[in-house]
């Protein structure tokens, strides 16, 4: 019997929608309901290897309409699923931070801080993933109107000396907790990216296979961090396992992944635009790409407690990660079936699959992977 956490009670006591399982197919078409308190639908997600750890929220702003303002004890991350608008961050009698926000655009709405978010668009709801580790927080102060419009504010991050919103840039050097172990990490540092679908600058993430790439970001002053990864059409990623809590949701690409606790049965999630799902704690999980273009899938990271220090590196190589000849067969079949009834052929090399310390060439990759 899972754990009922302070959080679970509160969310019961507001009496939305919250779905439950390993995936939501298309966040675009998931039903909400009206939320009166915050003047937008809402519906809330918690799928296995969520609970207790992180928050995922849907919320969709009417056409044309502000949200009354709210301010949040905790971080928040915003993915844009639908639409566009407008965001207002403020604190104090400081002036108000407005930025424009566009589908695929994800940005940081700082703790402690007032924010405003608007429909531009007369005609369309405007659709928002919302991120946060509120679970967690309402364990540790187990108040729930502690977190939402409390009278506390904290101006300095926002009003800091960097321009909050600014473009992200590589950070060079160790900020806050998140530390480069080697010369070559990149980790890109802001708050506000304008387009996960049209991002372009990743690093070659070797390990994991398929030729692979990846962006790691943070965000400046918070214990809050993504990744977003990458991998070419025809190509599938090494079966690998670690903790639970990671929100992936899909950008771009077509594809499924499967998902599974060792020697048990496995869980097919397709995917495509606006699929979410999460692997369960140390469930095994493969990331298959299916369509005709670059996948890519954005991870919504929870705190690093539970991911170790390394991004998406498994504690133990051997234990944790499948490597492509020691897969079971039914994988790469299974993979090929689906392909051919596409008219499509893997592109898997098959050196792959006979030498484990294979590495794509990423001189002549194409799209980063
Ligand atoms: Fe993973």
Redesign the pocket.
Known sequence: MPAEYTYDHWLKSLGLPLYTGFFIEDLRTLELEWWEERQCSTAFVKLMGQEGVCEARITEIPPGKTLPPLKMAVDEIVYVIEGNGLASVWAGDQPRKPFEWQKFSMFMLPRHCWSQLSNMQGDKPARLLHYNFLPMAMTTIPDPEFFINNSHESPERLYGKEEFYSQAKITTEETGIFKLTKPTDVLWSGNFFPDMRAWDKFTPFKGRGAGGSTIFVHFPDSEMDIHMSIFAEGTYKKG?R?GPG?VIVIPAGEGYSIMWEEGKEKVVVPWHEASMFV?PGNWF?QHFNVGTDPARYLALRPPLQFSGYEG?KVKDRKRDQIEYPDEEPWIRQKFEEELASRGLKSAMPQIAYEDPAYEWDYQAAKAGG
């Open positions: 690998h670690h990671r692997p999980h998406e």
